[in-house]
């Protein structure tokens, strides 16, 4: 039986929108070599090396670092983010612009098991799951996870009619979190069974806005005529008064007069775009531009796509020079996609 290494080898971790599945399918990377397996398509697609975890923290790391620094000049996030907790000053109107433009919701993020354990087919690949019946009616909501973990993984078909969901895996998405530490040479397509380095069941989640938490009105030291040593909260409800402009007022969710001494707000809430072509193309030029070694031999084709990002012309514009993210022809582009995108707010509500 093979040997595995212990769980202490974790997932490599994923906080950008733009997920390691998606940048391999744009760099047109075979998705077994780049999860460190070693199968017959690596060879047919000329692919010369398996990625090893490595690799794949290094790319996460960056992809994460463009899309912070990219989200700091839009104002917005790509994608979908929850943000809790986020303090303001209280106004008389309770009306008052959120830190990040284009809210979808006010509420926090939250969770709920819709299945567990459920068992894969590896019969064929991709594998598969059995129907699951299911009340989320928003397929966007539904999560795959290894099972008894925090692992996401990413179906490549997932359908949802008349509350049965049905999805499938590439075998490339399903390595075990204690065996994403893959050797160089990679892991066994073939080895399939329990003991082989593929995850056996998933966990289906929900994950969702929860609307009933929007926020709190907070007293510093008190509501009471008595200060005290300790802030009093009261829960909130709110209104989106303008989805882009991130416009949104707070009204004391159970009616008494209490917040007319409150000073300040705490706010739950949701905001995002969807990351279409041109936003993920932009992550991926800063993100090459600011990678100091690419994880590929010179031989290999994305090498080439990591020069060109990294390529400093001989003559610089002005314009160019003034680009808070660098000269490189990948920090120029996302500096581009970024300044042409970036959101404005006028200064009074």
């Not at 290494?5 to 077994?32: G, M």
């Not at 019946?133 to 795959?144: K, L």
């Not at 399903?174 to 995850?199: C, H, R």
């Not at 020069?307 to 581009?336: C, H, M, Y």
């Amino acid at each position: 039986m093979t040997v595995y290494p212990s769980a202490e080898f974790n997932a490599t971790v994923e906080a950008s929108s733009l997920k390691l599945v998606r940048y391999a399918q744009i760099i047109r990377y075979d998705e077994n070599a780049f999860y460190g397996i070693n199968a017959d398509s690596n060879r047919e697609r000329a692919v010369r090396k398996i990625f090893t975890k490595l690799d794949r923290d290094m790319i996460a790391r960056e992809l994460c670092a463009a899309q912070d620094d990219i989200e700091k000049v839009l104002l917005y996030p790509l994608g979908q983010k929850w943000f809790e907790a986020e303090q303001h000053s209280r106004n008389r109107r309770n009306t008052f612009f959120t830190k990040w433009s284009q809210v979808l919701a006010l509420g926090s993020r939250a969770e709920s098991v819709i299945a567990s354990g459920v068992a894969l087919n590896h019969a064929a690949d991709p594998a598969v799951i059995p129907a699951t019946a299911t009340t989320v009616t928003d397929s966007d909501e539904i999560h795959f996870y290894q099972a008894g973990t925090d692992v996401e993984v990413f179906p490549s078909a997932l359908t949802l009619v008349s509350g049965t969901l049905n999805a499938s895996f590439p075998r490339a998405r399903l390595v075990k979190e204690a065996a994403q530490e893959n050797p160089e040479t990679g892991w066994a397509y073939s080895d399939t069974g329990v003991d082989g380095p593929f995850i056996q069941a998933l966990d289906i989640r929900r994950v969702y806005t929860d609307t009933t938490n929007a926020g709190v009105f907070v007293w510093p030291l008190g509501k009471e005529n008595c200060p005290e040593c300790g802030e009093d909260t009261e829960p909130a409800c709110g209104y989106i008064q303008s989805s882009i402009a991130g416009t949104v007022t707070l009204l004391l969710d159970t009616g008494n007069c209490y917040y007319c001494g409150a000073t300040k707000l705490r706010l739950n809430y949701c905001a995002g775009t969807p990351l279409d072509a041109t936003a993920e193309d932009a992550i991926i030029h800063l993100a090459h531009a600011r990678m100091a070694v690419m994880p590929c031999s010179d031989s290999d084709p994305l090498t080439m796509l990591w020069k060109q990002d990294r390529f400093v012309p001989e003559q610089i514009s002005q314009e160019r020079a003034n680009s808070l993210f660098g000269v490189t022809e990948g920090s120029w582009r996302a500096w581009v996609y970024a300044h042409n995108n970036r959101h404005f707010r006028t200064t009074f509500i």
